[in-house]
């Protein structure tokens, strides 16, 4: 699967070269599947983060969303048109949507950003996911995989998904798409958090930043070490159970900061085990689970968050415990199941 977003990644450069629709970087593998912990070892979906920087001609401005903060902060991507007559001063042949004259534009046949996959002023995401569709399966016949593997494109509004097989094997990729803030690892993505989020609605996401926290566990652990393995047990244990994958990733995470990682020998698995458990039952019980990333100050140094996110108040994930008791006391009936 790298190998395959590595090849889209190259076209896509060279289909997109002289366009003005966003320029797209490297994919990146994000979720439980790239990391090798997916509690759905016969069913996995590779989900990947394919950042986008705007085109020539444009800017992305992130202006917060603070009718819908319910879950966590929600951005809206407003695509601004930039001057671009001083690079026709330089000599370099460029269109200048904010000064040349409508009649040149549009005989010119190359619309602005705003004019393909924009509503209003802002960047739509089921738009970009449909360009995103289109996109794969116009360059899908030119990669060197199309000769021995057949592409199946699945419906969704929100990101691309498809489908590889080649008649043994079979591999199911989600391409997410996002824009990043600043220089940080925090982006606002496609992956939504509600069902009815509007369509220039981008969540803020820290799948990124939560990967590089694993990459950097990986670097001090030992090459036996098992604290994948525990998290793949426990995600593994609670499907079709009322915890999320994500919490479960977050308590390790959490234990991961206190526990030294030589102690996730497969001598101590029971008991990192016992500890993820007692954990979750210490952060029912008192309906407090903070969030990893947002508010946390102690986070490797190779992991760079916006002012904004790193001094943020803590986020608590159990907070409709706190709110609903029905709520908080079948969580707890379902604990005691796990």
Same mark, same amino acid.
């Given at each position: 699967?790298?190998?395959? +977003? ?13 366009? @003005?629709?966003?320029?797209? &970087?490297?994919?990146?593998? $994000? =979720?439980?599947?790239?990391? =090798? ?34 879950? =966590? ?15 026709? &001063?330089?000599?370099?042949? +460029? ?40 996109? $794969? ?24 998904? @498809? ?6 094997? /079979? #591999? ?26 509007? /369509? ?12 590089? #926290? #694993?990459? /950097? ?30 919490? +479960?990733?977050? $308590? ?39 969030? #990893? ?10 992991? /760079? ?12 994930? @159990? ?20």
């Amino acid at each position: 699967t790298t190998d395959l +977003m590595d090849n889209f990644t190259i076209y896509f450069g060279h289909v997109l070269s002289n366009s @003005f629709y966003p320029v797209l &970087q490297q994919a990146i593998g $994000v =979720g439980s599947a790239s990391k =090798g912990w997916s509690p759905r070892e016969q069913d996995v979906v590779y989900h990947v983060l394919v950042p986008m920087n705007p085109p020539r001609g444009h800017s992305f401005h992130l202006e917060l969303d603070t009718a819908r903060q319910r879950h =966590g902060r929600n951005f809206h991507v407003r695509v601004q048109l930039e001057c671009t007559c001083r690079s026709e &001063q330089q000599g370099e042949s +460029m269109l200048c949507f904010l000064h040349q004259p409508e009649e040149e534009l549009r005989s010119n046949r190359h619309p602005s950003l705003l004019h393909t996959l924009c509503t209003g002023s802002y960047l739509d995401m089921q738009k970009t996911a449909c360009w995103f569709y289109q996109l $794969v399966r116009a360059i899908w016949p030119a990669l060197p995989q199309s000769h021995n593997w057949h592409l199946v494109l699945l419906p969704s509004r929100r990101s691309c998904q @498809f489908q590889v097989t080649n008649g043994a094997e /079979s #591999f199911r990729i989600e391409m997410l798409f996002g824009v990043r803030q600043g220089n940080s690892d925090i982006f606002v993505s496609s992956q939504p958090r509600e069902a009815c989020t509007p /369509s220039t609605t981008w969540p803020e996401s820290y799948a990124v930043a939560e990967m590089k #926290f #694993f990459k /950097s566990i990986a670097r001090q652990a030992p090459p036996n070490s098992l604290h994948l393995k525990c998290l793949q047990f426990f995600t593994h244990l609670q499907l079709g159970l009322g915890f999320s994958t994500y919490t +479960m990733k977050t $308590v390790v995470m959490h234990l991961l900061t206190v526990i030294p990682v030589s102690r996730w020998l497969r001598r101590d698995f029971v008991r990192r085990l016992v500890d993820i458990s007692e954990s979750l039952h210490f952060c029912m019980q008192m309906r407090c689970l903070n969030h #990893f990333i947002v508010g946390n100050r102690r986070l490797p140094g190779e992991i /760079s968050l916006p002012p904004e996110v790193q001094m943020a108040e803590t986020c608590n994930l @159990f907070h409709h415990l706190v709110m609903d008791p029905v709520a908080h006391s079948q969580a707890m009936s379902e604990y005691v199941d796990l």
